[in-house]
T-cell receptor, first 113, second 112 residues
């Protein structure tokens, strides 16, 4: 069990550029979640995968955001045409079933300049 | 919509004190509740998970209780240490949906 891994840890990008983040969940976990956290706030839910199926998306996930989980393994979160308001910590979590603990990665800190 | 509130927002205590962090939620139809710790600039570390049918969970110096009917949970930290300094987050999972709904956290500082 190596934990949830997220890459990159930090990303600085210019407004209007596209960025992609990767999350590798704990190997046997079939549930995967993306959250966004801004300074002084708790994490806010973005989207949820059960295996490769994206089963829930928050209204926060505008059409500039897309997430995938091919083959039910790692997941990617892409933000197109980044805006300054996208600056935040993007957190990935995984769990083995809904009743079990969710484990979080170290996050990807995005700064849009 | 589930609202989660954590009180106090910040807390400073001398080392050795026992302390209680509070979490309240507006919709009692929850699946489970989880307490996390977050160090500055880092991800979340899971501390305790309480299922809706449980009243409390314990891990070392930590004890979390759940009163689902009143929409409250408390995290009790015994004999606090400077290494306990962090932000503590409470999150609930509703019966409907898959998301964890988080409070804003309690920022704890334990001074030597």
């Amino acid at each position: 069990d190596t934990g949830v891994s997220q890459n990159p840890r930090h990303k600085i990008t210019k407004r209007g550029q596209n960025v992609t983040f990767r999350c590798d969940p704990i190997s046997e976990h079939n549930r995967l979640y993306w959250y966004r956290q801004t300074l002084g706030q708790g994490p806010e839910f973005l989207t949820y995968f059960q295996n490769e199926a994206q089963l829930e998306k928050s209204r926060l996930l505008s059409d500039r955001f897309s997430a995938e989980r091919p083959k039910g393994s790692f997941s990617t979160l892409e933000i197109q045409r980044t805006e300054q308001g996208d600056s935040a910590m993007y957190l990935c979590a995984s769990s083995l079933g809904t009743v079990r603990e969710a484990f979080f990665g170290q996050g990807t800190r995005l700064t849009v300049v | 919509k589930q609202e989660v509130t954590q009180i106090p927002a910040a807390l400073s205590v001398p080392e050795g004190e026992n302390l209680v962090l509070n979490c309240s939620f507006t919709d009692s139809a929850i699946y489970n509740l989880q307490w996390f710790r977050q160090d500055p600039g880092k991800g979340l570390t899971s501390l305790l998970l309480i299922q809706s049918s449980q009243r409390e969970q314990t891990s070392g110096r930590l004890n979390a209780s759940l009163d689902k009917s009143s929409g409250r949970s408390t995290l009790y930290i015994a004999a606090s240490q400077p290494g306990d300094s962090a932000t503590y987050l409470c999150a609930v999972r509703a019966n409907s949906g898959y998301a964890l709904n988080f409070g804003k956290g309690t920022s704890l500082l334990v001074t030597p």
